[in-house]
């Protein structure tokens, strides 16, 4: 690999630029129109204008895509996270191209991005998985019969969906038809697939997640994390190591994971998900993610490994130089994911020009960002402007040291949510790992301590 086209903007771009730096790889950026000043236009070696501001004539455009690399020279594609980078029918074009695509084979891409598919690999690897129906609702099926074995509450979830997306719940018996019908609706029409199953729906759960990587011979973990602080099923604070699992938990969680990636010849990086039940002390399958996740930096973090240098490597040569008995845990990371929204009034999007970015600095502290003091946050786009992220010799420190980084970190010019991860690190609940995937939304004063 000699020439890396970035699929991706913002603070990602920006993160796979300084990676492929790091190996001698020339990188070419893409943007949209509002994005040509962009902090990732500026540090690529080149840069190309695929499109106007919306996100399906530029970032989403598969041809000016692929168009772009082959027209700078470029033999490879990152397609980072979101846009195209868990899209089977644009990796595939990515190969066709001659092209090397960064990221898992079309064929993983296609078989976890359908989620009762993915449930049922799971199973079959010995992944643990909630009670729920095999496989998608079928004409003639009992829906009623089988939400009776599952028990409730449960969940109608989208076959094709995923981040958060295409999920209903279902409280009782006398909802259930009309949720059923409605989901499939929702589902056609964001997913292009009606197709929904339902499972068992677990209150108060935590989210755990393990990081795998693979070379489609080699495949290890590189531990886990809580991604538990959410606010409208999008992350907002993570952590690793998870913190409270018990032992047996913990090891059955990185072992399956390691054995799901083995089931469908992963290679790159990935991760599985799993909501944990503190009552029951049990974990259950979620979905895979065939992408680099956000929240990776806590991962390099406690273990030392780039993933991102990692699925360049593997791209590039087709094996992982690392082996499990390579990865070894220290510490204790947080990460909190900080955006360009009014925490004060409904989380109003906030862009605008920055006018002081002055982020916190000293030993343990890490900011991936896509902006600077001058930068125009754009209305177009996701609003997360950076992570920002700690890593202490143990979790309390790490919460004291996030504490202070968000104390020293100055923006200006737009709203951020500083406010609001200052007041949830001050809650007892993420102290004591009471908290859970639907804590923001269940607690309606959380910002009366910001």
């Not at 359908?114 to 729920?132: C, F, I, T, Y």
């Not at 993570?238 to 990185?254: H, M, W, Y």
């Not at 980084?405 to 993420?430: N, Q, S, Y």
């Amino acid at each position: 690999m000699k020439k890396l086209l970035i699929a991706n903007r913002g603070e990602i771009a920006v993160r796979i630029i300084n990676s492929a730096r790091s190996l001698g790889i020339a990188t070419v950026a893409i943007a949209s129109e509002p994005d040509a000043e962009s902090l990732a236009a500026k540090l690529a070696d080149e840069l190309v204008i695929v499109g106007p501001a919306q996100a399906a004539a530029s970032y989403l455009n598969q041809e000016a895509v692929i168009k772009a690399a082959l027209d700078t020279g470029a033999d490879a594609i990152h397609p980072g996270y979101g846009f195209l980078s868990e899209n089977a029918e644009f990796a595939r074009a990515v190969v066709a191209a001659g092209l090397i695509w960064v990221g898992p084979d079309a064929n993983a891409i296609e078989l976890m991005g359908n989620k009762s598919q993915a449930r049922e690999s799971a199973k079959n690897a010995g992944v643990p998985v909630l009670p729920g129906t095999e496989g998608p609702l079928a004409e003639g099926d009992d829906a009623i019969a089988l939400a009776q074995e599952i028990g409730y509450p449960l969940v109608v979830k989208a076959s094709a969906g995923g981040g958060g997306r295409g999920i209903r719940f279902v409280e009782s018996e006398s909802e259930l038809l009309a949720t059923i019908e409605m989901a499939q609706g929702e589902a056609g029409a964001i997913f292009g697939d009606s197709a929904v199953y339902m499972e068992r729906f677990v209150q108060d759960a935590r989210h755990v997640e393990v990081q795998i990587l693979g070379d489609g011979t080699t495949f290890l973990h590189l531990g886990d994390r809580d991604c538990s602080m959410q606010r409208r099923s999008q992350k907002v604070i993570e952590e690793a190591p998870a913190p409270s699992l018990p032992d047996a938990v913990r090891e059955k969680i990185r072992s399956s994971s390691v054995e799901l990636a083995r089931a469908c010849g992963y290679s790159g990086a990935g991760t599985i998900e799993f909501l944990y039940d503190p009552v029951r002390e049990e974990a259950a399958f979620i979905e895979m993610n065939t992408r680099l996740q956000v929240e990776h930096p806590i991962t390099e973090a406690i273990t030392g490994v780039d993933l991102v240098r990692e699925q360049l490597l593997i791209a590039s040569t087709g094996k992982t130089t690392l082996t499990q008995e390579d990865i070894s845990f220290s510490g204790h990371a947080i990460e909190a994911r900080i955006s360009a929204e009014d925490p004060f009034n409904n989380f109003f999007p906030s862009p605008g020009t920055i006018t002081k970015m002055d982020w916190a600095t000293g030993p343990g502290i890490r900011v991936d960002s896509g902006f600077a003091a001058g930068s125009v946050v754009a209305p177009y786009y996701d609003s997360m402007l950076a992570k920002l992220i700690v890593h202490a010799p143990t979790r309390d420190e790490a919460i004291e040291a996030m504490n202070a980084a968000l104390d020293a970190t100055v923006i200006e010019g737009i709203k951020t949510t500083i406010p609001m991860h200052r007041a949830l690190l001050a809650r007892p609940e993420f102290a004591q790992v009471t908290h859970h995937s639907r804590f923001i939304e269940s607690t309606p004063d959380i910002l009366e301590t910001a």
